[in-house]
């Protein structure tokens, strides 16, 4: 998947920016001769302005760098501090190479220390200036997103628990449900006990935007232990997932969506078992993959869960949820991330 390319919209700010900046430096340095309007403050002004165009030009790629590489709300901090190593390595060196070219050639003096400090001011400028709109730009962003999620957060609820009965009232129902159960009837005791997991996780993760990997397998684990009672050996589900991956976050309920639609519009018997993997995949991705056996009479469905799941991502993260298909395998990768505010 191509990387998403980052470009500054900050083509005025050059233009009025740069030529203003390097007459405020000529004047700082010689407001005398600017008093006589004399013919070396117009070159001062020329040096100055090329100087400016020189400390910009490479302060701006370095900050479009930085913001390929640390581009979310809160990685704010590493990316400014990373801002700060290059810029003061930048303009050293060209403070370097201007002294080394330029000032011990012509005046036969180190202007080094006096470039520097000089150089670092608009240097700064143009960082406080670029990071206040982005990170303005960016909160602006973090409040619509989470505007936005919290608006598939409520279609997903939904989708998951529409017909929902009272919490309360449902629990109680199956806590006396349990106590009818014969002792000896062990397997209707964990089918029962399953079924709550599952409802007590939907009730639990529904608010949140995230969770860790590691919950959600455990509720993926329950639910297919109830589709097992149903399918048997006709359906098998196999997980292959370090420890590094299970501390990473998903968005809950997107594994059990996935492995219902490849129930949902599979088939699964004994002559074509439907086998389900889920992976951990390179780049920070986790598959789910599924063998194609399509029913002849499809189940009813109202197609939205595998497009909730793709707008819930695109609301958390750059980084695309995959989907590919051939004549055998359907495979969907989503983004496995590091944890989100809640």
Same mark, same amino acid.
């Given at each position: 998947?191509?990387?998403?390319?980052?470009?500054?919209?900050?083509?005025?700010?050059?233009?009025?920016?740069?030529?203003?900046?390097?007459?405020?430096?000529?004047?700082?340095?010689?407001?005398?001769?600017?008093?006589?309007?004399?013919?070396?403050?117009?070159?001062?002004?020329?040096?100055?302005?090329?100087?400016?165009?020189?400390?910009?030009?490479?302060?701006?790629?370095?900050?479009?760098?930085?913001?390929?590489?640390?581009?979310?709300?809160?990685?704010?901090?590493?990316?400014?501090?990373?801002?700060?190593?290059?810029?003061?390595?930048?303009?050293?060196? =060209?403070?370097?190479?201007?002294?080394? *070219?330029? &000032?011990?050639? #012509? @005046?036969?003096?180190? $202007?080094?220390? !006096?470039?520097? %400090?000089?150089?670092? =001011?608009?240097?700064?400028?143009?960082? *406080?200036? &670029?990071?206040? #709109? @982005?990170?303005?730009? $960016?909160?602006? !962003?973090?409040? %619509?997103?989470?505007?936005?999620?919290?608006?598939?957060?409520?279609?997903?609820?939904?989708? #998951?628990?529409?017909?929902?009965?009272?919490?309360?009232?449902?629990?109680?129902?199956?806590?006396?449900?349990?106590?009818?159960?014969?002792?000896?009837?062990?397997?209707?005791?964990?089918?029962?006990?399953?079924?709550?997991?599952?409802?007590?996780?939907?009730?639990?993760?529904?608010?949140?935007?995230?969770?860790?990997?590691?919950?959600?397998?455990?509720?993926?684990?329950?639910?297919?232990?109830?589709?097992?009672?149903?399918?048997?050996?006709?359906?098998?589900?196999?997980?292959?997932?370090?420890?590094?991956?299970?501390?990473?976050?998903?968005?809950?309920?997107?594994?059990?969506?996935?492995?219902?639609?490849?129930?949902?519009?599979?088939?699964?018997?004994?002559?074509?078992?439907?086998?389900?993997?889920?992976?951990?995949?390179?780049?920070?991705?986790?598959?789910?993959?599924?063998?194609?056996?399509?029913?002849?009479?499809?189940?009813?469905?109202?197609?939205?869960?595998?497009?909730?799941?793709?707008?819930?991502?695109?609301?958390?993260?750059?980084?695309?949820?995959?989907?590919?298909?051939?004549?055998?395998?359907?495979?969907?990768?989503?983004?496995?991330?590091?944890?989100?505010?809640?």
């Amino acid at each position: 998947m191509k990387e998403k390319a980052y470009t500054l919209n900050d083509r005025k700010w050059r233009i009025i920016g740069i030529p203003l900046m390097g007459i405020a430096i000529a004047l700082m340095i010689n407001f005398d001769e600017f008093l006589k309007l004399s013919r070396h403050f117009f070159l001062s002004v020329l040096f100055s302005t090329l100087l400016t165009l020189t400390f910009w030009e490479g302060n701006r790629h370095i900050i479009t760098w930085m913001r390929r590489i640390f581009p979310e709300y809160g990685q704010t901090g590493r990316r400014v501090a990373a801002e700060a190593v290059l810029a003061v390595a930048y303009v050293f060196l =060209v403070s370097l190479l201007l002294d080394e *070219l330029y &000032y011990k050639p #012509v @005046y036969h003096v180190s $202007a080094l220390a !006096m470039g520097f %400090r000089i150089s670092i =001011v608009p240097t700064v400028i143009v960082y *406080l200036v &670029y990071e206040a #709109v @982005y990170f303005f730009d $960016a909160w602006k !962003m973090n409040v %619509r997103k989470t505007e936005a999620l919290m608006r598939e957060n409520v279609q997903s609820q939904l989708e #998951v628990l529409k017909n929902q009965l009272d919490p309360h009232f449902l629990f109680n129902s199956m806590n006396t449900l349990a106590a009818l159960i014969d002792d000896e009837n062990t397997a209707a005791q964990d089918y029962l006990e399953r079924l709550s997991d599952v409802y007590r996780y939907v009730l639990v993760s529904r608010n949140k935007n995230t969770v860790m990997l590691s919950e959600e397998i455990a509720f993926v684990d329950a639910y297919v232990y109830l589709n097992k009672i149903r399918f048997r050996e006709n359906l098998q589900v196999e997980k292959h997932l370090s420890p590094a991956a299970l501390t990473q976050h998903v968005t809950p309920l997107s594994l059990q969506m996935l492995i219902e639609n490849a129930i949902k519009h599979n088939a699964a018997s004994r002559e074509n078992p439907l086998h389900i993997a889920i992976r951990e995949e390179n780049g920070g991705y986790l598959a789910v993959e599924n063998n194609i056996s399509e029913k002849t009479i499809l189940e009813k469905s109202t197609r939205v869960g595998l497009q909730n799941i793709i707008n819930r991502y695109n609301l958390l993260t750059d980084r695309e949820v995959v989907v590919t298909r051939d004549e055998v395998r359907f495979i969907v990768k989503i983004p496995l991330l590091g944890q989100l505010a809640e």
